[in-house]
Protein backbone atom coordinates (compact mmCIF):
# COMPACT_ATOMS: atom_id res chain seq x y z
CA UNK A 1 0.00 0.00 0.00
CA UNK A 2 2.52 2.17 0.80
CA UNK A 3 4.52 1.70 -2.57
CA UNK A 4 0.97 2.36 -3.79
CA UNK A 5 0.95 6.00 -2.39
CA UNK A 6 4.79 6.69 -3.52
CA UNK A 7 3.52 6.11 -6.73
CA UNK A 8 0.06 8.36 -6.56
CA UNK A 9 2.18 10.82 -5.01
CA UNK A 10 5.47 10.91 -7.94
CA UNK A 11 2.38 11.03 -10.70
CA UNK A 12 0.51 13.84 -8.88
CA UNK A 13 3.72 16.03 -8.65
CA UNK A 14 4.32 15.26 -12.53
CA UNK A 15 0.96 15.69 -13.32
CA UNK A 16 0.92 19.44 -11.36
CA UNK A 17 3.81 20.24 -13.29
CA UNK A 18 1.96 19.81 -16.66
CA UNK A 19 -0.67 21.72 -14.82
CA UNK A 20 1.47 24.44 -14.24
CA UNK A 21 2.91 24.30 -18.04
CA UNK A 22 -0.64 24.65 -19.36
CA UNK A 23 -1.79 27.65 -17.50
CA UNK A 24 1.27 29.42 -18.85
CA UNK A 25 0.54 28.19 -22.20
CA UNK A 26 -3.26 29.45 -21.67
CA UNK A 27 -1.81 32.45 -20.96
CA UNK A 28 0.20 33.22 -23.85
CA UNK A 29 -2.65 31.87 -26.21
CA UNK A 30 -5.29 34.35 -24.23
CA UNK A 31 -2.43 37.24 -25.03
CA UNK A 32 -2.03 36.32 -28.36
CA UNK A 33 -5.04 36.60 -29.83
CA UNK A 34 -5.99 39.30 -27.16
CA UNK A 35 -3.58 41.34 -28.91
CA UNK A 36 -4.12 40.97 -32.70
CA UNK A 37 -7.77 40.96 -32.76
CA UNK A 38 -8.89 42.80 -29.22
CA UNK A 39 -11.90 44.17 -30.34
CA UNK A 40 -13.32 40.99 -31.41
CA UNK A 41 -11.97 38.16 -29.32
CA UNK A 42 -11.41 39.89 -25.88
CA UNK A 43 -14.57 40.77 -25.43
CA UNK A 44 -17.23 40.02 -22.93
CA UNK A 45 -19.89 38.56 -25.51
CA UNK A 46 -16.89 36.36 -27.00
CA UNK A 47 -16.06 34.66 -23.38
CA UNK A 48 -19.74 33.90 -22.68
CA UNK A 49 -20.13 32.56 -25.89
CA UNK A 50 -17.12 30.62 -25.31
CA UNK A 51 -18.66 29.47 -21.54
CA UNK A 52 -21.53 27.80 -23.41
CA UNK A 53 -19.56 25.85 -25.68
CA UNK A 54 -16.69 24.75 -23.42
CA UNK A 55 -18.70 22.37 -20.88
CA UNK A 56 -20.15 19.50 -23.68
CA UNK A 57 -16.46 19.22 -24.92
CA UNK A 58 -14.83 19.28 -21.34
CA UNK A 59 -17.46 17.03 -19.96
CA UNK A 60 -16.30 14.28 -22.81
CA UNK A 61 -12.87 14.90 -22.31
CA UNK A 62 -13.26 14.08 -19.04
CA UNK A 63 -14.94 10.57 -19.58
CA UNK A 64 -12.09 9.58 -22.26
CA UNK A 65 -9.62 10.76 -19.06
CA UNK A 66 -11.09 8.43 -16.52
CA UNK A 67 -10.40 4.85 -19.26
CA UNK A 68 -6.65 6.79 -20.04
CA UNK A 69 -5.68 6.36 -16.63
CA UNK A 70 -6.08 2.99 -16.80
CA UNK A 71 -4.31 2.51 -19.59
CA UNK A 72 -7.16 2.22 -22.00
CA UNK A 73 -9.54 4.45 -24.18
CA UNK A 74 -13.28 4.91 -24.48
CA UNK A 75 -14.21 5.86 -28.18
CA UNK A 76 -17.81 5.48 -27.79
CA UNK A 77 -18.00 9.01 -25.54
CA UNK A 78 -20.08 10.83 -28.71
CA UNK A 79 -22.20 7.66 -29.48
CA UNK A 80 -23.28 7.44 -25.86
CA UNK A 81 -24.07 11.05 -25.14
CA UNK A 82 -26.35 11.26 -28.79
CA UNK A 83 -28.39 8.18 -27.65
CA UNK A 84 -28.78 9.74 -24.49
CA UNK A 85 -30.23 12.97 -25.84
CA UNK A 86 -31.90 11.11 -28.62
CA UNK A 87 -33.89 9.33 -25.99
CA UNK A 88 -34.68 12.53 -23.52
CA UNK A 89 -35.60 14.17 -27.05
CA UNK A 90 -38.10 11.45 -27.53
CA UNK A 91 -39.95 11.32 -24.33
CA UNK A 92 -39.97 15.55 -24.17
CA UNK A 93 -41.43 15.88 -27.69
CA UNK A 94 -43.82 12.72 -27.09
CA UNK A 95 -45.40 14.47 -23.71
CA UNK A 96 -45.54 18.08 -24.53
CA UNK A 97 -48.19 20.06 -25.21
CA UNK A 98 -49.45 21.54 -28.55
CA UNK A 99 -47.97 25.32 -27.47
CA UNK A 100 -44.81 23.14 -26.28
CA UNK A 101 -45.19 23.30 -22.66
CA UNK A 102 -44.81 20.02 -20.56
CA UNK A 103 -44.65 19.97 -16.87
CA UNK A 104 -40.85 19.92 -15.33
CA UNK A 105 -41.48 16.28 -13.53
CA UNK A 106 -41.22 15.24 -17.87
CA UNK A 107 -38.15 16.77 -17.93
CA UNK A 108 -36.96 15.11 -14.99
CA UNK A 109 -37.65 11.81 -16.11
CA UNK A 110 -36.52 12.21 -19.78
CA UNK A 111 -33.20 13.51 -18.22
CA UNK A 112 -33.02 10.54 -15.80
CA UNK A 113 -34.09 8.30 -18.70
CA UNK A 114 -31.05 9.64 -20.50
CA UNK A 115 -28.56 9.05 -17.66
CA UNK A 116 -30.08 6.03 -16.76
CA UNK A 117 -29.05 4.97 -20.72
CA UNK A 118 -25.70 6.07 -20.52
CA UNK A 119 -25.26 3.83 -17.20
CA UNK A 120 -26.60 1.09 -19.82
CA UNK A 121 -24.18 2.26 -22.00
CA UNK A 122 -21.15 2.34 -20.27
CA UNK A 123 -22.09 -1.01 -18.43
CA UNK A 124 -21.62 -2.52 -21.63
CA UNK A 125 -18.15 -1.39 -22.33
CA UNK A 126 -17.40 -2.69 -18.55
CA UNK A 127 -18.82 -5.95 -19.50
CA UNK A 128 -16.77 -6.15 -22.87
CA UNK A 129 -13.63 -5.08 -21.38
CA UNK A 130 -12.95 -5.82 -17.73
CA UNK A 131 -15.25 -9.22 -17.39
CA UNK A 132 -14.39 -10.69 -20.95
CA UNK A 133 -11.21 -8.59 -21.26
CA UNK A 134 -11.47 -7.43 -24.93
CA UNK A 135 -8.80 -4.72 -25.56
CA UNK A 136 -10.60 -1.50 -24.87
CA UNK A 137 -9.54 0.57 -28.11
CA UNK A 138 -11.60 -2.46 -30.24
CA UNK A 139 -14.41 -3.07 -26.99
CA UNK A 140 -15.66 0.89 -27.33
CA UNK A 141 -14.66 1.31 -31.30
CA UNK A 142 -17.20 -1.79 -32.02
CA UNK A 143 -19.72 -0.58 -29.54
CA UNK A 144 -19.27 3.20 -31.01
CA UNK A 145 -20.54 1.70 -33.71
CA UNK A 146 -23.60 -0.54 -31.99
CA UNK A 147 -24.35 2.92 -30.85
CA UNK A 148 -24.29 4.89 -33.80
CA UNK A 149 -26.03 2.44 -35.34
CA UNK A 150 -28.98 1.95 -33.05
CA UNK A 151 -29.53 5.73 -33.16
CA UNK A 152 -29.45 6.06 -36.89
CA UNK A 153 -31.94 3.22 -36.98
CA UNK A 154 -34.61 4.60 -34.98
CA UNK A 155 -34.59 7.35 -35.68
CA UNK A 156 -33.66 6.78 -39.88
CA UNK A 157 -30.83 9.15 -39.32
CA UNK A 158 -33.19 12.48 -38.68
CA UNK A 159 -32.46 14.92 -35.63
CA UNK A 160 -35.49 15.53 -32.90
CA UNK A 161 -36.05 18.92 -32.65
CA UNK A 162 -38.54 21.32 -31.20
CA UNK A 163 -37.96 20.65 -27.40
CA UNK A 164 -39.49 22.56 -25.37
CA UNK A 165 -38.73 25.96 -23.85
CA UNK A 166 -38.14 24.98 -19.93
CA UNK A 167 -35.97 22.34 -21.19
CA UNK A 168 -33.74 24.26 -23.48
CA UNK A 169 -33.18 27.10 -20.49
CA UNK A 170 -30.74 24.28 -19.13
CA UNK A 171 -28.34 25.00 -21.98
CA UNK A 172 -28.22 28.39 -23.03
CA UNK A 173 -29.98 29.72 -19.33
CA UNK A 174 -27.39 31.86 -16.96
CA UNK A 175 -26.92 31.05 -12.82
CA UNK A 176 -26.09 34.23 -11.21
CA UNK A 177 -25.04 35.65 -14.55
CA UNK A 178 -22.52 32.37 -15.68
CA UNK A 179 -23.90 30.12 -17.88
CA UNK A 180 -25.46 26.89 -16.68
CA UNK A 181 -23.76 24.51 -18.84
CA UNK A 182 -20.42 25.85 -17.29
CA UNK A 183 -21.70 25.92 -13.91
CA UNK A 184 -22.66 22.21 -14.08
CA UNK A 185 -19.29 21.02 -15.70
CA UNK A 186 -17.66 22.75 -12.67
CA UNK A 187 -19.28 20.93 -10.15
CA UNK A 188 -18.80 17.67 -12.47
CA UNK A 189 -14.84 18.80 -12.82
CA UNK A 190 -14.94 18.71 -8.84
CA UNK A 191 -16.85 15.96 -8.13
CA UNK A 192 -14.46 13.69 -10.53
CA UNK A 193 -11.39 15.15 -9.36
CA UNK A 194 -12.50 14.25 -5.62
CA UNK A 195 -13.56 11.02 -7.31
CA UNK A 196 -9.86 10.42 -8.55
CA UNK A 197 -7.88 12.04 -5.98
CA UNK A 198 -9.82 11.38 -2.46
CA UNK A 199 -11.07 7.93 -2.49
CA UNK A 200 -9.71 4.80 -2.94
CA UNK A 201 -11.29 4.11 -6.07
CA UNK A 202 -9.12 6.60 -7.47
CA UNK A 203 -6.07 5.75 -5.73
CA UNK A 204 -6.61 2.18 -7.94
CA UNK A 205 -7.53 3.90 -10.72
CA UNK A 206 -3.92 5.43 -10.90
CA UNK A 207 -2.40 2.05 -9.83
CA UNK A 208 -3.74 -0.18 -12.71
CA UNK A 209 -2.35 2.63 -15.32
CA UNK A 210 1.11 2.03 -13.53
CA UNK A 211 1.39 -1.13 -12.95
CA UNK A 212 -1.40 -3.20 -13.70
CA UNK A 213 0.02 -7.09 -11.80
CA UNK A 214 0.27 -4.87 -8.43
CA UNK A 215 -3.64 -3.51 -9.11
CA UNK A 216 -4.56 -7.64 -9.50
CA UNK A 217 -3.72 -7.79 -5.79
CA UNK A 218 -5.42 -4.76 -4.14
CA UNK A 219 -8.14 -5.08 -1.99
CA UNK A 220 -10.77 -3.95 -4.94
CA UNK A 221 -9.85 -6.45 -8.05
CA UNK A 222 -8.72 -4.77 -10.83
CA UNK A 223 -11.20 -5.45 -13.35
CA UNK A 224 -13.96 -4.19 -10.51
CA UNK A 225 -12.15 -0.75 -10.81
CA UNK A 226 -11.80 -0.82 -14.36
CA UNK A 227 -15.96 -1.65 -14.77
CA UNK A 228 -16.35 1.03 -12.63
CA UNK A 229 -14.49 3.54 -14.73
CA UNK A 230 -16.18 2.80 -17.69
CA UNK A 231 -19.66 3.00 -16.30
CA UNK A 232 -18.80 6.68 -14.88
CA UNK A 233 -17.59 7.53 -18.22
CA UNK A 234 -20.83 6.21 -20.03
CA UNK A 235 -22.25 8.57 -17.10
CA UNK A 236 -20.92 11.84 -17.70
CA UNK A 237 -21.13 11.08 -21.69
CA UNK A 238 -24.89 11.05 -21.16
CA UNK A 239 -24.49 14.04 -18.94
CA UNK A 240 -22.49 15.77 -21.90
CA UNK A 241 -25.70 14.81 -24.28
CA UNK A 242 -28.06 15.84 -22.42
CA UNK A 243 -26.44 20.01 -22.19
CA UNK A 244 -25.57 19.72 -25.97
CA UNK A 245 -29.23 18.30 -26.31
CA UNK A 246 -30.22 21.79 -24.12
CA UNK A 247 -28.28 24.00 -25.99
CA UNK A 248 -29.00 23.18 -29.20
CA UNK A 249 -32.84 22.81 -28.78
CA UNK A 250 -32.68 19.22 -30.85
CA UNK A 251 -30.87 15.83 -30.30
CA UNK A 252 -29.16 14.16 -33.63
CA UNK A 253 -27.65 10.54 -34.11
CA UNK A 254 -24.63 11.56 -35.84
CA UNK A 255 -23.72 15.01 -34.29
CA UNK A 256 -20.21 16.18 -33.01
CA UNK A 257 -18.31 13.07 -34.73
CA UNK A 258 -15.44 14.83 -34.65
CA UNK A 259 -15.12 15.14 -30.68
CA UNK A 260 -14.00 11.93 -29.97
CA UNK A 261 -10.45 13.25 -31.19
CA UNK A 262 -10.75 16.59 -30.19
CA UNK A 263 -11.42 15.04 -26.53
CA UNK A 264 -8.30 12.79 -27.05
CA UNK A 265 -6.44 15.89 -28.05
CA UNK A 266 -7.58 17.66 -24.59
CA UNK A 267 -6.96 14.89 -22.93
CA UNK A 268 -3.34 14.54 -23.89
CA UNK A 269 -2.75 18.34 -24.01
CA UNK A 270 -4.02 18.15 -20.22
CA UNK A 271 -1.39 16.23 -19.60
CA UNK A 272 -2.79 12.39 -19.04
CA UNK A 273 -0.39 9.72 -19.69
CA UNK A 274 -1.98 7.99 -22.50
CA UNK A 275 -0.10 4.72 -21.10
CA UNK A 276 -2.28 5.45 -17.93
CA UNK A 277 -0.81 6.47 -14.57
CA UNK A 278 -1.27 10.11 -14.27
CA UNK A 279 -3.24 13.10 -14.94
CA UNK A 280 -5.60 15.82 -13.56
CA UNK A 281 -9.26 16.77 -14.10
CA UNK A 282 -7.77 20.67 -14.05
CA UNK A 283 -5.72 19.80 -16.92
CA UNK A 284 -8.28 18.33 -19.21
CA UNK A 285 -10.58 21.37 -18.69
CA UNK A 286 -7.37 24.37 -19.11
CA UNK A 287 -6.45 22.08 -21.87
CA UNK A 288 -10.76 22.94 -23.13
CA UNK A 289 -10.11 26.51 -22.51
CA UNK A 290 -7.13 26.79 -24.81
CA UNK A 291 -8.63 24.84 -27.48
CA UNK A 292 -11.87 26.88 -27.49
CA UNK A 293 -9.57 30.21 -27.29
CA UNK A 294 -7.93 28.74 -30.52
CA UNK A 295 -11.12 28.25 -32.48
CA UNK A 296 -12.66 31.35 -31.39
CA UNK A 297 -9.31 33.21 -32.37
CA UNK A 298 -8.93 31.24 -35.58
CA UNK A 299 -12.92 32.63 -36.24
CA UNK A 300 -11.95 36.35 -35.09
CA UNK A 301 -8.87 36.47 -37.22
CA UNK A 302 -10.76 35.02 -39.94
CA UNK A 303 -8.58 32.18 -40.65
CA UNK A 304 -10.03 29.28 -42.76
CA UNK A 305 -11.75 26.98 -39.93
CA UNK A 306 -10.98 24.17 -41.53
CA UNK A 307 -7.37 24.67 -40.45
CA UNK A 308 -8.71 24.78 -37.21
CA UNK A 309 -8.22 20.45 -37.66
CA UNK A 310 -4.88 20.58 -38.91
CA UNK A 311 -4.19 22.87 -36.08
CA UNK A 312 -5.68 20.25 -33.43
CA UNK A 313 -3.18 17.59 -34.79
CA UNK A 314 -0.54 19.60 -34.90
CA UNK A 315 -0.76 20.37 -30.98
CA UNK A 316 -1.18 16.62 -30.33
CA UNK A 317 1.61 15.76 -32.00
CA UNK A 318 3.87 18.20 -30.59
CA UNK A 319 2.33 17.33 -27.45
CA UNK A 320 3.75 13.91 -27.80
CA UNK A 321 7.03 14.92 -29.17
CA UNK A 322 7.35 16.96 -25.74
CA UNK A 323 5.86 14.65 -23.69
CA UNK A 324 8.53 11.85 -24.96
CA UNK A 325 11.42 14.50 -24.76
CA UNK A 326 10.50 15.08 -21.52
CA UNK A 327 10.53 12.07 -19.83
CA UNK A 328 13.75 11.00 -21.61
CA UNK A 329 15.36 13.79 -20.02
CA UNK A 330 14.10 12.82 -16.82
CA UNK A 331 15.11 9.16 -17.05
CA UNK A 332 17.97 10.53 -18.04
CA UNK A 333 18.26 12.32 -14.93
CA UNK A 334 17.23 9.84 -12.19
CA UNK A 335 20.13 7.43 -13.88
CA UNK A 336 22.60 9.65 -13.43
CA UNK A 337 21.65 10.10 -10.12
CA UNK A 338 21.39 6.44 -9.10
CA UNK A 339 24.73 6.40 -11.12
CA UNK A 340 26.45 8.85 -8.45
CA UNK A 341 24.87 7.61 -5.37
Known sequence: MNELRNRFASSTLLSDRKVTQ??????????????????IFF???????????????AILSIAVMLSMLTGGIDLSIVATSNLAALLAAYILTKNMSEDGEISNLWILMACLAGILLG???GGINALLIAVL????????????????????GLTNGVSISGLPEQFARIGNGTFFGVPTPFVLMVLIALLVGLIINRSSLGLKIFLIG????AAQYSVMGDKRVIAWTYVISGLLSSFAGL????????????????????????????????????GTVTGVVLATIVL???????????????????AQG???????????????????KSINKSLES
Open 314 to 332: GVLVLVMILNVVLENRRRS
Open 43 to 57: TPENFTSMAFQIPEV
Open 210 to 213: TNRK
Open 133 to 152: NITPILATLATLTLFNGIAI
Open 292 to 310: QMVASGFNALRFNQFFYLA
Open 243 to 278: IIASRMSAASPDFGNSYILLAIVIVVLGGVNPMGGF
Open 22 to 39: LMGFTLLVLLIFSYFSSD
Open 119 to 121: LIC
